[in-house]
């Protein structure tokens, strides 16, 4: 994960519903990874492909039956109540 990255994907107009979505998706027991590959932001489930040329912004994953965990780089994390 990369802190240059993320501070250039929080400019996208869709950072915040994927860091939501990847929330949700989460919340139901999968989790997931938002990636931003210099013009898209994208959030994957394990079994998804990874975007060609992206980096990890995130990764989210439940870490109990209310809360997630957002795991940004520089071993920062965001919780989120659910």
Known sequence: MSIQAERQAQEHRAYNDALQYA?????MGEPCT???DGESIFVRRP???VPA???VIC???K???RTVQLRF????SEWVKT
């Open 23 to 27: 929330a949700l998706v989460a919340s």
């Open 34 to 36: 938002v990636y931003w």
């Open 47 to 49: 079994d998804d492909y």
């Open 53 to 55: 040329d992206s980096q």
């Open 59 to 61: 990764v989210a994953q």
């Open 63 to 65: 870490w109990d039956d």
């Open 73 to 76: 780089s520089g071993a920062r």
